[in-house]
C-alpha cells in the first residue's frame, strides 16, 4: 500500500463550491505539506503543519484553509473555488532530519 | 529570499545520449539540496541529495555535486533510458547546526525530460 494517499484523484467542481482534499500517511512522520503544481511554475507551497497543533501558511494560501485531524491526516480545503485554482495538488510528509518529502500522487481538480 | 533557477526545457534526448539539467540556487544560508522526479501521472520522490559543498549524491546512474562556488547542482547521466522520461526539480532546504530539517522546501520550476527509443 502507498504511504501516501490522496483523495480524490481528480474532481471537477464549478466556482464557487467548497471542495476539500483529503492526505493520510503511514510513514509515522509528523510534518506533513500542500503544495500546487502549475505547468511551468514548479511547486508552490501552500500550508505546512510541524505538529497536531502548529499550522503555517506557505507561499499562496490565500483561498485555502487546512486542518490537520490527527499525526496521519491533513486536509485541505477550498471554501469558495474559482477557475483559477485548478491545478495538480500534493500532499507531502517528512522526517525531522533529512529534509527528504515523500509524496501522494497528487489530485487534479478544475473549477469550471 | 532563496529561489532555485533550472534551465528552459523541454529537453529531447535520443536513448543512449548524455545527460545535463542545470541547476543554480540563490540561498542566504547553507542548504541541502535536492532532485526530486516525477514520472507521468504519479507524485515526485527523490532521485538523489547532497547535503554540503562538493558532496555528489547519486542513483540509478543520475549525480549531481554540490558546487558552493558556482551555487550549481546541475544534474548528469552517462547514458540515458526512454524510461527516463520525467519531469525533474531541484530543490533546496535547510537544516540547523544539530541536522535537524527545517522541512521547506523551495522548488524550482521543473525541467522536463523525453528520451526516444
Known amino acids: 500500500d502507498a504511504d501516501v494517499t490522496q483523495t480524490p484523484r481528480n474532481r471537477i467542481t464549478k466556482t464557487g463550491k467548497r471542495i476539500m482534499l483529503e492526505c493520510s500517511q503511514t510513514k509515522g512522520h509528523d510534518r506533513m505539506y500542500w503544495y500546487r503544481q502549475d505547468p511551468g511554475l514548479g511547486l508552490q507551497l501552500i500550508y505546512y503543519s510541524f505538529d497536531v497543533k502548529d499550522i503555517n501558511k506557505g507561499e499562496i494560501s490565500d483561498g485555502y484553509s487546512v486542518s490537520r485531524q490527527a499525526q496521519a491526516k491533513f486536509s485541505l480545503s477550498l471554501e469558495s473555488a474559482i477557475p483559477n485554482q485548478t491545478a495538480l495538488y500534493f500532499c507531502a510528509t517528512s522526517g525531522t532530519e533529512t529534509g527528504e518529502q515523500y509524496f501522494g500522487p497528487g489530485t487534479r481538480l478544475t473549477v469550471t | 529570499g532563496d529561489s532555485v533557477t533550472q534551465m528552459e526545457g523541454p529537453v529531447t534526448l535520443s536513448e543512449e545520449a548524455f545527460l545535463t539539467i542545470n541547476c543554480t540556487y540563490t540561498?542566504?544560508?547553507?542548504?541541502?539540496l535536492f532532485w526530486y522526479v516525477q514520472y507521468p501521472g504519479e507524485g515526485l520522490q527523490l532521485l538523489l541529495k547532497?547535503?554540503?559543498?562538493?558532496d555528489k549524491g547519486s542513483n540509478k546512474g543520475f549525480e549531481a555535486t554540490y558546487r558552493k562556488e558556482t551555487t550549481s547542482f546541475h544534474l548528469e547521466k552517462g547514458s540515458v533510458q526512454v524510461s527516463d522520461s520525467a519531469v525533474y526539480f531541484c530543490?533546496?532546504?535547510?537544516?540547523?547546526?544539530?541536522?535537524?530539517?527545517?522541512?521547506?522546501?523551495?522548488f524550482g520550476q521543473g525541467t522536463i525530460l523525453t528520451v526516444h527509443p
Open positions: 540561498a542566504t544560508g547553507y542548504p541541502s
Open positions: 530543490a533546496l532546504s535547510y537544516a540547523n547546526a544539530g541536522g535537524t530539517s527545517y522541512g521547506k522546501l523551495t
Open positions: 547532497a547535503t554540503k559543498a562538493d
